[in-house]
């Protein structure tokens, strides 16, 4: 019976809990709070009336007195209780002024991406029209112009120029959201667009918004600020602009007080590195990839799990480098939610001139061993322990220079997505020509005469060259791809999935294209994939991913006929047999939680074999015959 143990949610879980947007919350609050509970602790009275003693300093300076810790200017006020009325006073026409703008963008934004056409056409054209006017010059005009008596007048002018940002954003984001795969599903059950707009779009784009609106605000306060140092804001309520006016008016800078000048800037600063954390904090609450996690106990060497026990399924009897050796590669994505484990002390070889397949479920791990083989592992992951080798050498550890040198030369990809591999706007002769010009100088002719050659390798026709990548089906692009893995002969090739978006007719002419590459220059491959059928053809053996981990690898006559893991077993029989008219086997259960694998066999949840062993001691990867290695304890 399969056991699965679910994702634990906390609050402790929850992205929000991001430090620089607590961190700039917490100082943006505090700057609050100061301004809003300053005047029950200080007589914010002395603001406004110049009943105090002229010029004074700080109170820790000569002639500073404790009641005016901060000192006073020259109209006789109080420092301290200017600061206090004149900083809510200045957030105030930011946060004011920076809604507005969001609320108007988020109208008209809504509506160009939602509705598109006209409406997207027209708005469109007014937002970029607007955001080409130079804005501070146009409100320095505008200022000069209207009475500024109060900060809402005030941010009601700057939120003028404070919408067309937000607009486009929100525009774009809707249209990218219109696009996913959930908005469409929820359209074509029939939700409606409000449902679509406020169920399934808005909360995906609530931390877009919350990062737009901070940045906003503090463009307003850099704004209102500017405007009032220049004398053309509010005079009646003190402000931190209007502070820098008189202090510029009074000339304290040659007069030497800085007390009146330096605490406005000050504040100014405090808030701003405030709004930037909560924006880069929010930025990355919307993104996940640009978050860091602190090194794990991995990392740092104890291990949680205990990779999985190695006898080396490498095949390396004469004792020469292997193309490529992947020795004990743990890779983890590191999540607020903890460490997914997504390699688990993988170990294999690669013969020269051998087509290794590497298969498993979705998830199982397979494709990050091929982006860490690349050295192209994506953020929140890392290789955390492992060697990678290609004739000897080890890439981890590499340079960016050494490793860009190596790739297409020693160490190339055939991608999975043959139609986003290659620039649409760019014909294959400079696609190509591109890539093998990185790393050897050649002539134009000797150029073409070389692309050429490749292009016939794989058995195009010459009139590609000059063709379009939208000119060419799937097929044809998949051997060009082919074509410029193959283009600086390299030792060893990664196929991800290289057939995987191809109909079965091209499959197998890609399978054969691929076939024939190994056998004319005897590159060794990793061919990743899920199609069991189509890999037996072309593969030399086969190693069976489940869950982070090798399980099997075996010649792949042996891992077809005599399938010794309970999980090869189960793939095998899934193959869709035409003879065997039989219903198809379905593998039942999930998988386990990846941060969690449990003590023993990786597989002991879905095994209708396990038994009592299975549970606390871990199965080694062990050769059972000559090449074929499996790790459970039934062998
Ligand atoms: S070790 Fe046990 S649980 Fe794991 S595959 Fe073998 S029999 Fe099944």
Known sequence: MMSVRLFRLNAWDSPWLNVKFLLGGGIVLLILLIGLLGPLFWDTEMAYTGSAPLNLPPMWSEGGSFDHPLGTESNGRDMLAQLIVGTPSSLKIGFLAAIIGMLIGLVFGSVAGYMGGWWDHIIRTISDSAMTIPSLVVLIVIASYVQMTDTTTMALILALFAWPGPTRMIRSQILTLRERGYVRMANLSGASAGEIMFVEMAPNMLPWLAASLTGGISAAILAATGLEALGLGPTRVPSLGLIINQATTNAALVRGMIWWWLPPILILMVIFIGFFLMTIGLDEIANPRLRQFKASRHERGSKKTGSQPVSAPVPSADGEALPLDVHNLHVYYFTPRGEIIATNGVTFGVRKGEILGLVGE??????????????????????????????????????????????????????????????????????????????????????????????????????????????????????????????????????????????????????????????????????????????????????????????????????????????????????????????????????????????????????????????????????????????????
């Open 362 to 635: 979705s998830g199982c791990g397979k494709t990050t061993v091929a982006m860490a083989i690349l050295q192209v592992v994506q953020s929140p992951g890392r290789i955390v322990q492992g060697e990678i080798k290609i004739n000897g050498r080890d890439l981890i550890g590499l340079t960016e220079k050494a490793l860009r040198n190596l790739r297409w030369r020693e160490l190339a990809l055939i991608p999975q997505g043959a139609m986003n591999a290659l620039n649409p706007v760019t014909r294959i002769r400079e696609q190509m020509g591109d890539a093998i010009l990185a790393h050897e100088s050649r002539g134009r002719i000797e150029l073409e005469e070389r692309i050429l050659k490749l292009l016939s390798d794989v058995g195009l026709p010459d009139r590609v060259i000059s063709m379009y990548p939208h000119e060419l089906s799937g097929g044809m692009k998949q051997r060009v791809c082919i074509a410029m893995a193959i283009a600086l002969n390299p030792d060893v090739i990664i196929a991800d999935e290289p057939t995987s978006a191809l109909d079965v007719v091209v499959q197998r002419v890609v399978a054969q294209t691929l076939l024939e590459v190994k056998d004319r220059l005897g590159v060794s491959m990793v061919m990743i994939g899920h199609d069991m059928g189509l890999l037996a053809q072309v593969v030399d053996r086969m190693a069976i991913m489940y869950a982070g981990n090798l399980v099997e690898v075996a010649p792949v006559a042996a891992a077809y006929e005599k399938p010794l893991h309970p999980y090869t077993q189960l793939l095998i029989e899934s193959i869709p047999s035409i003879k065997a008219r039989k219903p198809l086997n379905v593998t039942e259960g999930l998988t386990h939680d990846l941060r969690n694998p449990p003590p023993g066999c990786i597989f002991q949840y879905r095994c209708k074999f396990v038994e009592p062993r299975c549970r606390d001691q871990r199965p080694p990867l062990v050769e059972i015959e000559q090449d074929h290695f499996v790790a459970c304890w039934l062998y």
